[in-house]
């Protein structure tokens, strides 16, 4: 790749606006399986900004992927398979239906490395997200492209710890993931077309979202620490789990206040570890 072209990218931004709708935010909770009535005004879940600012492509732009093709906000990097490796977020001020939002983005890194699998490209991106309030939420997303395996080779597990407060299973099956992906306008085909993610992508099945278990991870945390709000928030993909998993969200508070949790699945690997932030 050509390390020059791909650094003329870093500071590439742009600002999009949207506004806070009360039926995407129901038809969330009830994919999750928590139907909910929200009113004009109402405050919001942390993490239900990313029904916002959805990537618009028509559909002569979209990839065999199913993801926008590269080159628009995006660097145009040849490595085939794209994934949201984990991220970092700051909550300032509570969201709220009707509210309309701006998001300022930038690329502010760009970093070839090698793995056991080959090349790697890790691209970061900062979000600011604000209303008429002023800064709502902070935003750091790391992306990772490599190239589309002949099989299908899973990183080294990482064993569920064996101290936890809770677990609790956390349904992923196709509905659900069919669900996520449309209300996220996320068109990858790993996440509802089974024969291509298996045998393009060479997946064991259909790739439960990284966003979604993010989600997954922050409610359950929520859950278990009544009356508390998310200040911090930060994550990181360490396995896939899949359609068929019988995947666990499982968490325990830690000595500084901080709650540490995981998604794990039915080999008791963690699919993806985050910890929560408490304000107060």
């Known amino acids: 790749m050509d390390q020059t072209s791909l650094q003329d990218w ?37 993490l239900r900004h990313w029904l916002n600012f959805l990537p618009l492509a028509p559909a002569d732009a ?8 590269r080159g628009g906000f995006l660097p145009p990097i040849p490595l085939e398979r794209r994934m949201w490796a984990g991220g970092r977020l700051t909550f300032h001020d509570a969201l709220r239906v009707g509210d309309v939002m701006t998001r300022d983005s930038t690329i502010t890194s760009i970093k070839e490395k090698a793995g056991r699998a080959g090349p790697m490209v890790f691209v970061t991106l900062r979000h600011s997200v604000a209303t008429e309030r002023g800064l709502a939420v902070e935003e750091e997303q790391d992306l990772v492209f490599v190239a589309m395996p002949d099989a299908y080779a899973p990183p080294p597990p990482e064993p569920v710890p064996n101290d936890l407060a809770w677990s609790d299973p956390a349904p992923v099956d196709e509905v659900v993931l069919f669900r996520f992906s449309a209300l996220t306008f996320n068109a990858h085909r790993i996440h509802y077309d089974l024969p291509y993610a298996k045998g393009v992508e060479r997946y064991p099945g259909l790739v439960v979202h990284g966003p979604l278990q993010a989600v997954l991870l922050l409610d359950s945390a929520r859950r278990h620490a009544p009356g508390r709000r998310p200040a911090g928030f930060s994550f990181r993909a360490a396995r896939p789990l899949f359609h068929f998993d019988a995947v666990q969200v499982s968490g325990r508070p830690e000595a500084d206040g901080a709650t540490e949790v995981c998604t794990s699945n039915r080999d008791g690997h963690v699919g993806m570890r985050a910890t929560v932030e408490w304000s107060g």
């Open 10 to 46: 870093v500071g590439r931004s742009e600002r999009l606006t949207d506004d806070v709708a009360a039926t995407p935010l129901a038809a969330l909770a009830a994919t999750l399986g928590r139907p909910v009535a929200l009113e004009p005004g109402g405050t919001i879940p942390e």
């Open 62 to 69: 979209i990839g065999s992927d199913g993801h926008p093709r």
